[in-house]
Nanobody, 121 residues
């Protein structure tokens, strides 16, 4: 059974940084396109960053230039470095394998518990 365990969230002041990690229990992790998603209170879950098996990345306009997605295939882990955080980045962050694209995401597996990111002074 595929599982994702997200960690690294917390409370941070505007302008601060956090690094999220997602450990995936997937065989042959390296072949999967992985994405970071977030869901703010009262809003739909959205895909904010994606990294393909070859390392190509794409970002939602709302995070472009501030967030960086990366992966360590040896550790079956995907990361999200978040800089210059804003209050509107407050959300629960999840990772998943994605079969779609940034504009039309399609998460492949069940969701993990996510990790809460709160940006507030």
């Amino acid at each position: 059974q595929v599982q994702f365990v997200e960690s690294g969230g917390g409370l941070v002041q505007p302008g601060g940084s956090l690094r999220l990690s997602c450990a995936a229990s997937i065989s042959i992790f390296s072949i999967y396109t992985m994405g970071w998603y977030r869901q703010a209170p009262g809003k739909q879950r959205e895909l904010v960053a994606i990294i393909r098996s070859g390392g190509r990345t794409n970002y939602a306009d709302s995070v472009k230039g501030r967030f960086t997605i990366s992966r360590d295939n040896a550790e079956n882990t995907v990361y999200l470095q978040m800089n210059s955080l804003k209050p509107e980045d407050t959300a629960v962050y999840y990772c998943n394998s994605d079969l779609g694209s940034l504009g039309r995401p399609r998460a492949q597996y069940s969701w993990g518990q996510g990790t809460q990111v709160t940006v507030s002074s």
